[in-house]
């Protein structure tokens, strides 16, 4: 197991950028496939990227791929998610996950672990 707790969500207006933080607890972080999700009001939660245990391998939902990048620090015990030309859309609460299988997974229930959630609102 791993404890994951968000950081850095808020309030940007269209076209702003944020920078999203998840930090890990434990020793093992760099055993655990990374990932962020989003889950807009009455909406189902959905993958926005993933990145491999080494850093070296990302892949991203098409609706952020190429405004979107994941990356980790497995010094650290960190994964980020720098968002740029954000827009009213990707408003939602963003979920940090891990898991100890594969690289490549994209849905919620191939996760088990899960931080608290950080809230990003993008105002028009």
């Known amino acids: 197991q791993v404890q994951l707790v968000e950081s850095g969500g808020g309030l940007v207006q269209a076209g702003g950028s944020l920078r999203l933080s998840c930090a890990a607890s434990g020793r093992t972080f760099s055993s655990y496939v990374m990932a962020w999700f989003r889950q807009a009001a009455g909406k189902e939660r959905e993958f926005v990227a993933t990145i491999n245990r080494s850093g070296g391998m990302t892949y991203y939902a098409a609706s952020v791929k190429g405004r979107f990048t994941i990356s980790r620090d497995n010094a650290k015990n960190t994964v980020d998610l720098q968002m740029n030309s954000l827009r009213p859309e990707d408003t939602a609460v963003y979920y940090c996950?891990?898991?100890?299988?594969?690289?490549?997974?994209?849905?919620?229930?191939?996760?088990?672990?899960w931080g608290q959630g950080t809230q990003v609102t993008v105002s028009s």
């Open positions: 996950a891990a898991t100890g299988g594969r690289y490549g997974r994209v849905r919620s229930g191939e996760y088990d672990n």
